[in-house]
């Protein structure tokens, strides 16, 4: 398992947070950000695989790639948990068919009974397809702790 592909599982979830109402984000894109961060943090692979493009790129702090079905495979990993966490210093982008959001998160998890923590900068892209909104590429960067 990679440990930075935990990471990135990690990552994603909460990002909601970010997204306020008087933002004018379309409503369906902030429900698939609320569904996908729901999934992400009760491990739910099947509802991930129809938020998650095909043709998903996670790029993880560490510069590995990963593509949607070992991203999907990371779920799986008995004893993963997410600790709650918020995104700071929320960036909010939006075009006709595409959307970034991205922030700073301090993000926390347990596996295989090790807590670990880890400060990320993280971006989210959104694309929509077919009518409905999917998370495309997703890339952390680690934040040295001061």
């Given at each position: 398992m990679n440990r930075c592909a935990l990471l990135m599982i990690a990552a994603l979830s909460s990002c909601s947070t970010a997204v306020v109402a008087a933002d004018p984000w379309p409503a369906d894109?902030?429900?698939a950000?609320?569904?996908?961060?729901?999934?992400?943090?009760?491990?739910?692979?099947?509802?991930?695989?129809?938020?998650?493009?095909?043709?998903?790129?996670l790029v993880n702090s560490d510069s590995t790639l990963q593509d949607k079905q070992s991203y999907l495979e990371d779920f799986k990993v008995p004893g993963f948990r997410l600790d709650p966490y918020e995104l700071q210093q929320p960036v909010r982008k939006i075009w006709r068919d595409a959307a970034l959001l991205a922030g700073i998160v301090r993000l926390s998890w347990t596996l295989q009974g090790e807590h670990h923590e880890r400060l990320l900068r993280i971006s989210h892209v959104w694309t929509k397809q077919d009518g409905r909104w999917r998370l495309t590429?997703?890339?952390?960067?680690?934040?040295p702790e001061p």
């Open positions: 894109l902030s429900r950000i609320a569904e996908y961060d729901r999934a992400t943090v009760n491990n739910d692979i099947a509802a991930l695989a129809s938020l998650v493009a095909t043709d998903y790129v590429y997703t890339q952390l960067t680690r934040i």
